[in-house]
């Protein structure tokens, strides 16, 4: 793999698809399950992207109209990321056993907003997620779908600032370690 | 036989069967309630108001467009409290529509403007306070002004369950409610597929069609343009209603002679195109049923609303397709190739204008680069009937006492066949009529197929041809195909025996006659008439199968060579793709 493949920059992608297609099983034969549906998915991506609500119709066979006529109609619901920069700090298992609440405050104290919040600039949402798929990366956090594993979580600076130069993790940096 | 309803409006008795609305039952006694969300074509959604009656009994205030007349009710529908409480919903509902009567396409024929006036909404306590949304006119057919939307919800029922496309909906709520595009996005990029069902729908200005009105007069003034035009079967049934004619009145001779007068050089007839169709569709038709030459059940595809529908939804459904090219197309193609060479005219100085009851139409040509199989832009510009009524009052033309002229035989002559095309299983009866000429080698003892006829959703029936069962399906509102495709699907994967070997579509309730782009108020009281006024034609002409057109004939001898030849497949044929249901 060339040194410059973020890692698992397309499964990452790629996930929040399959998660839908789960999500869409599990809702589809209860009837008025939408709202449910939907919450589930904002709680995963922290707003509701549009392509995501096109799959999520096709899978449990409801219009994208009707979509989003719930979508518009409860204040919840939010159409737009709620930042540039959305942060997901795991804290499945494996990552708050390596410290990532510790991360997580960090990150809150750099930015200055608690999770669940968006800077009022716009540029950084925070949110912990449960378990994002690759606990051998731990502790971990993903940005728009980039994944920053094996963090220091006494060093969320450092963290916000490989964000900002948009330097997730390298595979070969990884696959170096692994030799 | 369940027990009638006995109750009284305004004290005049009235009996009525159970389940029928107070709206309804006070129109048998002559009562006119006055109504705005509520379409008589449409299932009431109970949105404005204004409807409401006085139940004497109870003293509630109840909306009678949805609410049934129970036994012994004693309704009061006009009294100073229940004007009081509609000018209350009209003062609300104008709060926040703009100001713009002189400047809409809607003026004088606007259902909240008649509102007003009728109850003299000359003055108002409430602020103006219009939303500022951006107008949508990226389909180029339809064009969307949600400012002027008063939330009937009507374009969305018809969208939604009539026509199963879901392109439209409410999106918000309260103050914010508005009316979008499916997801948000520009209506284009939407699943809808141009019917216009919304805008002949739509009480107000807030859908309308694109109109091109301006470009055909400035082409018309322009030396250098020579300006043909072409009429669509249904439109001659439906634009009398915008000069006070009797519903269903066929002002073919009329329309030839206006369209004259406003400066076209020559006057076709879509009519002859659906008799071209016909030759070419009922000759594809005789060799798929009889040389297996492709697959069945053959589809018609002369509805551009439908072909978009199958492109987006129905893509397993392409090879079903008839590769015939739509009527209008034709007589454009033809017009800028066989009439220009014929004539001795430049054909890049040809300007085809298509005058049809839709508002896909507008889409239509442009869709793909078939449409410009002549090496030009086959139909320069579609304008819907709406459009042509006002172009015609805009000329001066005394269309009530104008005298009757003929078409520009060339591509303007045409049988019963062609006429028929603009109504629900017009196309159907048409290709049979022919088909069984191609196939037995003589006409039908008796022409009229009436099992194609009427505004049954889905209509089926067979016939014998030569020994050989054929069985047919007509469908017509877009929700009714799926249940007609799902059957071929079903039997296909089955590998049963085909349960059709033709099935027409049309994408609008009636067909043509009910077309997105007609005239206001469409019911199927209307559309009944407005077919009748085709099938009378019909019945009275002289030649009443395609394959009898003597000019159809001359066309083929002289021009196109061969049925399904070479020259006819350049000009006349076309095909399909499988289109993403949503854009992104």
């Known amino acids: 793999m060339s040194e410059d493949t973020a890692l698992d920059d397309v499964e990452v992608e790629e996930a929040p698809e399959d998660e839908i297609v789960v999500l869409a099983q599990k809702w589809k034969k209860k009837r008025g399950s939408l709202i449910m549906a939907l919450h589930e998915l904002q709680g995963r991506l922290g707003y509701v992207p549009r392509e995501s609500a096109m799959k999520l119709g096709r899978e449990m066979g409801i219009p994208l109209a009707n979509i989003y006529e719930v979508l518009t109609f409860y204040n919840y619901f939010k159409l737009e990321s709620p930042g540039k920069y959305i942060i997901s700090v795991c804290t499945g298992t494996a990552c708050h056993i390596k410290g990532s609440p510790k991360l997580l405050h960090g990150i809150e104290n750099e930015l200055g907003i608690k999770e669940g919040e968006s800077t009022p600039d716009g540029e950084y949402h925070l949110q912990g997620v449960r378990c994002l798929g690759c606990c051998g990366l731990a502790p971990l956090a993903s940005v728009n779908g980039k994944v920053y594993g094996k963090q220091d979580v006494t060093d969320a600076h450092g963290l916000l600032e490989n964000v900002k130069r948009d330097e997730p993790m390298h595979v070969a940096a990884e696959s170096d370690d692994a030799e | ?584």
């Open chain 2, 1 to 584: 036989m369940t027990d009638m309803i006995n109750a009284t409006i305004n004290g005049v008795p009235v009996e009525v069967a159970p389940g029928t609305t107070i709206l309804d039952a006070a129109r048998k006694v002559h009562v006119k309630i006055p109504t705005l969300c509520k379409h008589p074509d449409l299932e009431a959604t109970g949105a404005c108001g204004i409807c409401i009656v006085k139940v004497q009994n109870t003293g509630k205030m109840l909306r009678s467009c949805c609410t049934p007349l129970d036994e012994g009710m004693d309704i009061l529908t006009e009294t100073p409290e229940i004007v009081e409480v509609r000018r209350g919903v009209l003062e609300l509902t104008l709060s926040r529509h703009p100001n713009e009567c002189l400047t809409c396409l809607r003026n004088q024929n606007c259902e909240l403007q008649a509102l007003a006036a009728d109850f003299g909404m000359t003055t108002s306590d409430l602020p103006n306070i219009v939303p500022d949304l951006p107008l949508d006119t990226s389909t180029k057919s339809i064009v969307l002004d949600p400012r002027k939307c008063i939330l009937c919800g009507r374009c969305i029922t018809v969208c939604q369950q009539h026509q199963n496309v879901w392109a439209l909906s409410f999106l918000n709520r309260g103050f914010k409610t508005r009316i979008a595009a499916a997801g948000d996005i520009p209506l284009a990029d939407s699943p809808c597929v141009r019917c216009g069902q919304c805008s002949a729908h739509c009480p107000t200005g807030a859908i309308v069609e694109y109109d091109e009105t301006v470009a055909v007069w400035n082409k018309l003034q322009d030396p250098e343009a020579y300006c043909v035009v072409q009429i669509a079967p249904a439109v001659r049934v439906a634009v009398g209603e915008a000069f006070g004619f009797p519903i269903g009145a066929n002002l073919t001779g009329k329309i030839y002679a206006s369209l004259r007068r406003m400066g076209f050089k020559a006057v076709f007839d879509t009519n002859f195109g659906a008799d071209l169709t016909i030759m070419e569709e009922a000759s594809e038709f005789k060799s798929r049923l009889l040389e297996g030459t492709g697959v069945l059940p053959l589809i018609t595809s002369c509805c551009p609303g439908w072909v978009d529908f199958m492109e987006k939804f129905h893509g397993d459904m392409i090879d079903h397709f008839s590769s015939c090219k739509s009527p209008h197309e034709m007589v454009g193609a033809l017009s800028k190739t066989y009439y220009a060479e014929k004539m001795g005219i430049d054909p890049a100085k040809i300007f085809v204008v298509s005058i049809m009851p839709c508002t896909a139409k507008k889409s239509e040509i442009i869709r793909s680069k078939e449409m410009s199989s002549s090496g030009y832009q086959d139909v320069d510009v579609s304008l819907t009937t709406r459009e042509f009524a006002r172009m015609i009052k805009q000329s001066g033309i005394d269309f009530v006492t104008i005298p009757d002229e003929q078409p520009d035989h060339m591509l303007g002559a045409y049988t019963g066949a062609g006429t028929i095309f603009g109504a629900t299983g017009g196309v159907m009866e048409a290709a049979l009529r022919t088909a069984h000429y191609y196939v037995t080698g003589h006409d039908a003892p008796r022409v009229d197929f009436e099992m194609t006829r009427g505004l049954e959703g889905v209509k089926e029936g067979k016939l014998n041809v030569a020994g050989k069962e054929i069985r047919v399906a007509v469908a017509h509102g877009l929700a009714n195909v799926e249940q007609v495709l799902e059957k071929v699907r079903a039997a296909r994967e089955a590998g049963e025996e085909l349960p059709y070997h033709f099935i027409e579509v049309m994408a609008c309730a009636g067909g043509c006659v009910g077309g997105g782009g007609q005239p206001y108020g469409a019911t199927n009281e209307l559309r009944t008439k407005r077919a009748a006024g085709l099938y009378q034609e019909d019945q009275a002409g002289l030649w009443r199968c395609s394959h009898h057109n003597p000019y159809i004939k001359e066309l083929y001898s002289e021009f196109l060579g061969e049925i399904g030849g070479h020259k006819a497949h350049d000009l006349l044929h076309t095909g399909y793709q499988v289109l993403p249901e949503y854009k992104r």
